[in-house]
């Protein structure tokens, strides 16, 4: 990578005072709390309730799993900045969560699919579903999800890792998202927009 230094990202989603930023912090927080209550409540009943280990459940185990990983990529930063003031990220704590961010966001949309198609077997060939969706089936189109998803992060990756920062950069949303860095990059961003929208038409026909 063609820089000097390792940069320093700068948060700057919110120019708030310390009162505002406490109201920011409580309802972020209430927040995450429900969203982990909530998904924590779901995967507890599913393990272990057995009459819920069926196919379409064991999807909804993953979804709610992914769930938590998802919203605590970017929520806990953002709680931990509007009570300290510190809105400083370093380069590899930045990559890292913009990383998992797209790791976490496309397995849940290829896990969709994959549940889409559970319900349509359901539906049109209820006869035959249980031979049709078996475990080793569920479990082969889990890991193609997170296979896919693992592929697909890591190449936006490869062209995240090519933009150039310098000294202390601003990044106006409340995380290291893609489209904020890509902003503020001193890099020519044309070929990773180009593979963004190549990519994001893919992602959307597939599953489709």
């Known amino acids: 990578m063609n820089i000097t230094s390792e940069p320093e990202f700068h948060i700057f989603a919110f120019s708030t005072s310390e009162i505002e930023s406490i109201i920011i912090l409580t ?34 185990y993953i979804l709610f799993t992914l769930d938590i990983m998802y919203v605590s990529t970017t929520l806990p930063k953002l709680m931990y900045v ?44 209820p006869l035959r579903y249980s031979l049709i969706m078996s475990k080793q089936v569920c479990v082969l189109l889990a890991f193609s999800a997170l296979f896919i998803a693992l592929v697909n992060a890591s190449t936006i990756m490869c062209f995240a890792y090519s933009l150039t920062f310098f000294g202390l950069v601003d990044i106006k949303n409340f995380f290291c998202e893609l489209k904020a860095l890509m902003n503020v990059s001193y890099y020519d961003t044309l070929s990773l927009k180009t593979f963004l929208i190549v990519d994001s038409i893919i992602l959307g026909v597939i599953p489709s």
């Open 27 to 60: 309802v972020v927080l209430l927040i995450y709390l429900v969203i982990l209550s909530g998904n924590l409540l779901v995967t507890s009943l599913i393990s272990l309730d057995h009459r819920l280990h069926t196919p379409m459940y064991f999807f909804l």
């Open 82 to 125: 509007c009570h300290t003031g510190d809105h400083n990220v370093s380069y590899t704590s930045c990559m890292a969560q913009l990383y998992l961010y797209l790791f976490f966001g496309d397995t849940e949309c290829f896990l969709l699919t994959s549940m889409a198609g559970d319900r349509y077997v359901a539906v049109c060939y």
